[in-house]
């Protein structure tokens, strides 16, 4: 408890730093009591554009605690889909976080995925693979042709937006259109993409965040 009133305590002191290292504290070993103070401390912190490495920081913990009362704030900022912008970034993966019921569950995904431009779209899939998301082999032959469709291409300096559902195919590469499309996926230029995908062709995961 002790360490608790701490930890929230420092949510609120001056220096940048150690608001940062309180959020991560909280996300990282799921304090969900926490919920309401660091959901304060955010609302406060998204006052000051300055520091969005803290607000990205709190965004991450408030969807590893699930917290609910972020959910509405979180899809508007999915919804502004702004370019290349980790606050939305960290904001699509914490609502994929806190609206879906289970790992099976990627009707949040799927709904993101209806609208979103380069950073939400490569973000939800990149939840998909780092929470090893198993959605039923119907979605997962959506996603496939959503991303045989899909105009967008990956751009100098960021990663592949496939990544992510790359590294989620290791929980269901035995299903035949899965294994053709990570084959496909071997050649290419980005060696680090083509490792997930070997990876995923063995049913291993790779850690990509």
Not at 80 to 99: E, F, G, L, P, Q
Request: positive net charge.
């Amino acid at each position: 408890m002790v360490e608790e009133q701490e930890i929230s305590q420092q949510l609120f002191v001056s220096k940048s730093s150690l608001r940062r290292a309180a959020a991560k504290y909280i996300g990282k070993n799921k304090i969900e009591n926490l919920g309401d103070k660091l959901w304060d401390a955010y609302l406060k912190e998204a006052e000051n554009p300055k520091t969005w490495e803290t607000q990205v920081e709190m965004i991450k913990s408030l969807g590893l605690i699930r917290y609910a009362k972020a959910k509405q704030s979180l899809y508007s900022i999915c919804k502004s889909n702004k370019k290349h912008d980790m606050i939305t970034s960290s904001a699509t993966k914490a609502y994929v976080r806190i609206a879906r019921e289970n790992l099976q569950d990627i009707i949040p995904i799927l709904d993101l995925l209806s609208f979103g431009d380069f950073e939400v779209v490569s973000s939800a899939f990149e939840v998909l693979g780092e929470d090893k998301m198993v959605p039923s082999e119907k979605e997962i032959l959506f996603l496939l042709n959503y991303i045989s469709k899909s105009n967008l291409v990956k751009e100098k300096g960021y990663r592949d937006f496939r990544i992510g559902f790359v590294c989620a195919c290791a929980g269901f590469s035995d299903i035949p259109e899965v294994k053709l499309f990570l084959t496909k996926c071997l050649d290419n230029d980005d060696s680090f993409f083509a490792k997930v995908a070997i990876n995923s062709l063995n049913r291993k995961y790779t850690a990509i965040s």
